[in-house]
T-cell receptor
Framework: AQSVTQPDIHITVSEGASLELRCNYS??????LFWYVQSPGQGLQLLLK??????LVQGIKGFEAEFKRSQSSFNLRKPSVHWSDAAEYFC????????????FGTGTRLQVTL | GAVVSQHPSWVICKSGTSVKIECRSL??????MFWYRQFPKQSLMLMAT?????????EQGVEKDKFLINHASLTLSTLTVTSAHPEDSSFYIC????????????FGPGTRLTVL
């Protein structure tokens, strides 16, 4: 069975500081990995995804993530956080095939202090 | 990018009534649609997967007779919460994928259901 662990429930960073959100996954084959962001009362927006190839993936809003197979991790990073980045972040894993189902982590709530 | 809409965005109903939530893919053909449920400050839990023209596949623990899912066309899926009760109050989110999207799902904005 596939699973995702986001060990940090809540993270607070100062605006301008760097950010790293952790994600560990369990999947029997080659995983397809995603990071989504959700603002309060809103749906999910895709930040970035990894299917294959270069293990460092660039996304929108200045985010990037690195796939490390040996550590079963797909951590999200941003060099300089903006106050507007405050939101809930979800890591998800999916399988092969067209639109296979996703398993989400429990999410990390990011708070940004000014 | 592909756009998915949901209607209504929020709904309040009395206990015992049924509520229908629509999920539409606006600019692509969604061969597969997913329905998720999200409780406050919690993650998304997959309820069911529906393929156009087929019966939905429900996740373990989800009542099929309570959460009726129809995916009659490539652009529309509906979730009907039958005989709703206060414990059904939640945020319901749909997502859609198509042959073109490979393994990516596009999410709707969600529907907030409150059952009184």
């Amino acid at each position: 069975a596939q699973s995702v662990t986001q060990p940090d429930i809540h993270i607070t960073v100062s605006e301008g500081a760097s950010l790293e959100l952790r994600c560990n996954y369990s999947y029997g084959a080659t995983p397809y990995l995603f990071w989504y962001v959700q603002s309060p009362g809103q749906g999910l927006q895709l930040l970035l995804k990894y299917f294959s190839g270069d293990t460092l993936v660039q996304g929108i809003k200045g985010f990037e993530a690195e796939f490390k197979r040996s550590q079963s991790s797909f951590n999200l990073r941003k060099p300089s956080v903006h106050w507007s980045d405050a939101a809930e972040y979800f890591c998800a894993v999916g399988g092969t095939g067209t639109a296979s189902k996703l398993t989400f982590g429990t999410g990390t709530r990011l708070q940004v202090t000014l | 990018g592909a756009v998915v809409s949901q209607h209504p965005s929020w709904v309040i109903c009395k206990s015992g009534t049924s509520v229908k939530i629509e999920c539409r893919s606006l600019d692509f053909q969604a061969t597969t649609m997913f329905w998720y449920r999200q409780f406050p400050k919690q993650s998304l839990m997959l309820m069911a997967t529906s393929n156009e023209g087929s019966k939905a596949t429900y996740e373990q623990g989800v009542e099929k007779d309570k959460f009726l899912i129809n995916h009659a066309s490539l652009t529309l899926s509906t979730l009907t919460v039958t005989s709703a009760h206060p414990e059904d109050s939640s945020f319901y989110i749909c997502s859609a994928g198509g042959r073109f999207s490979y393994n990516e799902q596009f999410f709707g904005p969600g529907t907030r259901l409150t059952v009184l």
